[in-house]
Nanobody, 121 residues
Framework: VQLQASGGGLVQAGGSLRLSCAAS????????MAWFRQAPGREREFVAA????????YYADSVKGRFTISRDNAKNTVSLQMNSLKPEDTAVYYC???????????????WGQGTLVTVSS
């Protein structure tokens, strides 16, 4: 599986961005997907995950209520709608795929290249 993230950019605090991740291959619909982020000088952290069927989602406390993860299995895409952005959301955002339908906050098998989100105050 190859993953290509896009949609990052510069936005003011309080604004919104929508990240997308396009996946190759025929197995996308069987994989759980997630978004992680890594801020400068910090470790990569879990942001949100969605099960293969989209029946289950899970969010880090820091983004709960502001971010929404979704997927379109017909188009092999997963998205992250980010609202009410804060300067502390500034990071490189990565999409990831897991070779199982169930979500995890840390065990993923495939990773995209990342897209930079910068939130100005």
């Amino acid at each position: 599986v190859q993953l290509q993230a896009s949609g990052g950019g510069l936005v003011q605090a309080g604004g919104s961005l929508r990240l997308s991740c396009a996946a190759s291959g025929r197995t996308f619909s069987r994989y759980a997907m997630a978004w992680f982020r890594q801020a400068p000088g910090r470790e990569r952290e879990f942001v949100a995950a969605i099960s293969a069927s989209a029946g289950t989602t899970y969010y880090a406390d820091s983004v709960k209520g502001r971010f929404t993860i979704s997927r379109d299995n017909a188009k092999n895409t997963v998205s992250l709608q980010m609202n009410s952005l804060k300067p502390e959301d500034t990071a490189v955002y990565y999409c990831a795929a897991r070779k199982t339908s169930f979500i995890s906050t840390h065990e993923y098998d495939y990773w995209g290249q990342g897209t930079l989100v910068t939130v100005s105050s």
